[in-house]
């Protein structure tokens, strides 16, 4: 078994060898370019994230964001990232369709031993974030966490259990508050209503 292979398979593993500390500087190189451009670099900026993650990015994704490989990451089509996203993929970072991020947050799929004696040691968990999610501002999403489709999860949470499908979660650790139901398609802010008058009236200002 390789480096790369103990890596995705969860067991223990440094990051020395196999090239990896040279894929590292290429996803910073990338980065760097990226975080530096102007507002109006779009194409440019699209082209370099393409290069990142290794695909087509169809992700908007606002700068400056950060990441240690790209190859790792799997972002949906309209998937909406803010600024200053963290997302530590020494594992698989899976996102789906239609997914927002507020800014400032952090997936982290590698995490170090308890042990002090085993500290310089990694292994890592994947996450999985399905379509149509919304993840506030400042969370922090710990390895091995799926958050189900449709699901929010507030700002400043810190998850690390999974989170089911048309859920709403906060907290530290975050957890299940309520489920999604007939009032969210009713009222989009405490008690604003949502009516066909407002949203027609939004639709003529576009």
């Given at each position: 078994m390789t480096m790369r292979e103990r890596i995705h398979s969860g067991k223990l593993f440094t990051d020395y060898c196999e090239g990896l500390p040279e894929?590292?500087?290429?996803?910073?190189?990338?980065?760097?370019?990226?975080?530096?451009?102007?507002?109006?670099?779009?194409?440019?900026r699209m082209q370099l994230f393409s290069e990142l993650f290794g695909k087509?990015?169809?992700?908007?994704?606002?700068?400056?964001?950060?990441?240690?490989?790209?190859?790792?990451?799997?972002?949906?089509?309209?998937?909406?990232i803010n600024f200053n996203c963290n997302f530590v993929d020494d594992?698989?970072?899976r996102i789906?369709?239609?997914?927002?991020?507020?800014?400032?947050?952090?997936?982290?799929?590698?995490?170090?031993?308890?042990?002090?004696?085993?500290?310089?040691?990694?292994?890592?968990?994947?996450?999985?974030?399905e379509n149509n999610c919304w993840i506030g501002a400042n969370v922090t999403i710990c390895p091995g966490v799926s958050i189900g489709e449709n699901s929010v999860i507030g700002a400043g949470s810190v998850v690390?259990?999974?989170?089911?499908?048309?859920?709403?979660?906060?907290?530290?650790?975050?957890?299940?508050?309520?489920?999604?139901?007939?009032?969210?398609?009713?009222?989009?802010?405490?008690?604003?209503?949502?009516?066909?008058e407002d949203l027609e009236e939004e639709r003529k200002l576009r």
């Open positions: 894929d590292r500087i290429k996803c910073k190189r990338l980065l760097t370019k990226i975080n530096a451009m102007g507002p109006d670099q779009i194409p440019e087509e990015c169809k992700a908007w994704i606002e700068p400056p964001f950060y990441c240690c490989y790209g190859t790792n990451i799997e972002i949906g089509e309209m998937t909406y594992g698989k970072i789906g369709d239609r997914v927002m991020f507020g800014p400032a947050v952090t997936i982290a799929t590698v995490g170090h031993p308890i042990n002090p004696s085993m500290r310089e040691y990694m292994y890592t968990d994947s996450v999985t974030i690390v259990k999974d989170i089911p499908a048309n859920a709403v979660a906060a907290g530290n650790p975050c957890k299940v508050i309520r489920a999604i139901n007939e009032n969210d398609k009713r009222y989009y802010y405490k008690e604003r209503l949502i009516t066909a």
